[in-house]
């Protein structure tokens, strides 16, 4: 398993653009994934990134990976209520999740 | 829906009763993991299964809890003499040999008295 380092908490507005953070220590995952989860919910698939590449976009998202850093990222365009959840990295395999970071979006 | 599903969705117990969660995968998955979740943590692996072989197995899951996939497809995990620390959210998810992306299920919210 990998150690990952996210940061707990992003508060943004409606309509600007948000990037959450992800360290993580395991370079030997294949993929990196993000996850997102609402309150009481489980986790469902955002979107992920296959380790050879430095960026991926997925309409609103913008994965962007720095091997030599060990560090992701997400940004999501244009950030909407509905974004409002906790988001967490993981690597591929038997992931180890962080705390995640819990995304606040204000009208 | 053929996306992960998880029974019951929400299970309030006695410390000390016996409980059991059923995982159904996705049908063409061979792999399931079950993970726990306290409030405010990430999820924490528990097991994983190849078809009905269980591969591995965190030091979280104590003698107390045991997980079963008898024929490959669904899971079940019995939690036995449920104390007040296991109540947490239960989460399954499958995925496919040498792709390994997991699709979690709902997961089982447990809360023991």
């Known amino acids: 398993g990998e150690d990952v380092e996210q940061s707990l908490f992003l508060s943004v507005r409606e309509g600007d653009s948000s990037v959450i953070n992800c360290t993580y220590t395991d370079s030997s995952s294949t993929y990196l994934y993000w996850y997102k989860q609402e309150p009481g919910a489980g986790l469902q698939l955002l979107t992920y990134i296959f380790s050879n590449m430095d960026m991926k976009q997925d309409q609103r998202l913008t994965v962007l990976l720095n091997k030599k850093d060990k560090h992701l990222s997400l940004r999501i365009a244009d950030t909407q209520t509905g974004d409002s959840a906790i988001y967490f990295c993981?690597?591929?395999?038997?992931?180890?999740f962080g705390r995640g970071t819990s995304l606040i979006v204000h009208p | 829906d053929t996306g992960v599903s998880q029974d019951p969705r929400h299970k309030i117990t006695k410390r000390g009763q016996n409980v059991t969660f059923r995982c159904d995968p996705i049908s063409e998955h061979n792999r399931l993991y079950w993970y726990r979740q306290t409030l405010g943590q990430g999820p924490e692996f528990l097991t994983y299964f190849q078809n009905e072989a269980q591969l591995e197995k965190s030091r979280l899951l104590s003698d107390r809890f045991s997980a079963e996939r008898p024929k490959g497809s669904f899971s079940t995990l019995e939690i036995q003499r449920t104390e007040q620390g296991d109540s947490a959210m239960y989460l399954c998810?499958?995925?496919?040999?040498?792709?390994?992306?997991?699709?979690f299920g709902p997961g089982t919210r447990l809360t023991v008295l």
């Open positions: 998810a499958s995925s496919l040999v040498g792709i390994d992306t997991q699709y």
């Open positions: 993981a690597g591929s395999y038997i992931p180890t």
